[in-house]
């Protein structure tokens, strides 16, 4: 009788962990997979810049904002200026195109984190 009721007591504990691991599993498909992607808004008037005047925005001059081509595109970065200004980690990938190496690593962040402020153009 006693083995039973810890035998019962065992299946339904087993039952509660079965129940917490599908529900971690589905919320990390959720945080991965399902949920919504961010769609950039894109403002009616993008002003265009060419790789040449987007140097001028490379995060030395610091009365300027802080740019980054990413596929077509110019992402003030401004806000995450400890990154990106002279001596910061990624100062490299600023005011220039630096698609190939964001669309390695790093771009997805970029994307969801500044807004668009242009156009790449070629010149
Ligand atoms: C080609 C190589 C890499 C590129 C292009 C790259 C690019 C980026 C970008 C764009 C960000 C977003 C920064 C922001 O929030 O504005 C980022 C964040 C970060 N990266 Fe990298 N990354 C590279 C390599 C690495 C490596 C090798 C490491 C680690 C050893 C690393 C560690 C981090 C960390 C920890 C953050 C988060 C920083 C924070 O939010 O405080 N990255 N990376």
């Known amino acids: 009788m ?10 339904i504990s087993m039952r509660m962990l079965a129940i917490i691991l599908i529900g971690c599993l589905i919320g990390i498909l959720y945080l991965y997979k399902w949920q919504p992607q961010k769609e950039t808004v894109l403002p ?7 790789l040449t005047e987007l140097a001028k925005y490379n995060g030395s001059n610091p009365t ?12 003030d970065v401004s806000s995450g200026k400890k990154f990106y200004e002279q001596g910061g980690t990624y100062n490299w990938l600023a005011g220039k195109d630096s698609s190939n190496d ?7 962040i970029i994307k969801r984190k500044y807004p668009v402020v242009g156009i790449l153009t070629t010149e």
Do not use: M, R
Request: avoid cysteine.
């Open 64 to 75: 300027l904002p802080i740019y980054i081509g990413l596929n077509g595109l110019v992402y």
């Open 44 to 50: 009616n008037q993008l002003e265009s810049f060419t």
């Open 2 to 11: 006693k083995t039973n009721i810890t035998k019962q007591k065992a299946k």
């Open 102 to 108: 964001l669309n390695l690593i790093g771009g997805d």
